[in-house]
Nanobody, 116 residues
Framework: QVQLVESGGGLVQPGGSLRLSCAASGILFGINVMGWYRQPPGKQRELVATITSGSSSTYADSVKGRFTISRGNAKNTVYLQMNLLKPEDTAVYYC??????????WGQGTQVTVSS
């Protein structure tokens, strides 16, 4: 099993920045993609960004140029640097870990609220 714990959410004004962290533990062998998803109020969960074990990354169009996903040196931590935040970025942000066989693991989520 894989356990994921997110941290770093909070309340920020429009234009501000936050850095989310996801700490992974457990049996991490074979995890090849980690990512961030978000679920805005009243909407479905959506992809924000992913990063592979080879550090190749992808982003949703809505966050390109503002958000950056990265991995820690120990490879068991994934970060999401969020800059130029907008009210529409308000959501619960979830960390995800994925194996090639389709096994998928989720964290409990962290709330990000962008409001003046």
């Amino acid at each position: 099993q894989v356990q994921l714990v997110e941290s770093g959410g909070g309340l920020v004004q429009p234009g501000g920045s936050l850095r989310l962290s996801c700490a992974a533990s457990g049996i991490l062998f074979g995890i090849n993609v980690m990512g961030w998803y978000r679920q805005p109020p009243g909407k479905q969960r959506e992809l924000v960004a992913t990063i592979t074990s080879g550090s190749s990354s992808t982003y949703a169009d809505s966050v390109k140029g503002r958000f950056t996903i990265s991995r820690g040196n120990a490879k068991n931590t994934v970060y999401l640097q969020m800059n130029l935040l907008k009210p529409e970025d308000t959501a619960v942000y979830y960390c995800n870990a994925l194996r090639p066989d389709g096994s998928s693991y989720w964290g409990q989520g962290t709330q990000v609220t962008v409001s003046s």
